[in-house]
């Protein structure tokens, strides 16, 4: 009869993406996934499979959690999304798990390369859907909506690459002014700098 687990699994996938994240992926040894888990070398591969089956359970989830929207709260959702990632990016040097994960494996490790691509696309679909019911409501321009969508991911993901540059608190709230104002008004816009 085998053994219960002595660990939960949601506790170990969260310190197992704190250090991946910390180290990257090569950076990160298995030994130091034991230690840094609290769970045996043996019992890590049988919950989780091996280092890069454990990698891509981590990216999964952060992707649950890290790009919520409530697509019927239109403008609102899009903006609570973009508040919150430029209040991480505020204090998280770290810039985004994501990105940096696809920068050090998406072009040579093509099931990452399409987990990427799979998370844009799932951001573009909800952005899209909350910008549909903003448009619905009045509260958004009435542009084509794929080319906002991808604005909006845009400035997501550019949000969370300045955090890694440390742009600081300022800058990505001129991006969240400046791609809220792109999203209302039907002409062109300027973005402001709030220096």
Known sequence: MARPREFAEDTVLDRALELFWDRGYEGTSVEALVQHTGVQRASLYATFGNKHD???ATLKRYFERQFLLDSEAG???IEDLLRRVACDAS???RGC???NAGMEMAENDPAIAQ?????????EAAVAAALRRGQERGEVAARPVLPMARMVVSAVLGMRVLARARAGKDVAEGVVEGTLDALKNSGTFVLQSHQ
């Open 115 to 123: 987990m990427m691509s799979e998370a844009v696309q799932g951001m």
């Open 91 to 93: 204090g998280n040097c």
């Open 97 to 99: 798990y994501m990105i």
């Open 54 to 56: 454990l990698f891509v």
């Open 75 to 77: 403008l609102a959702g």
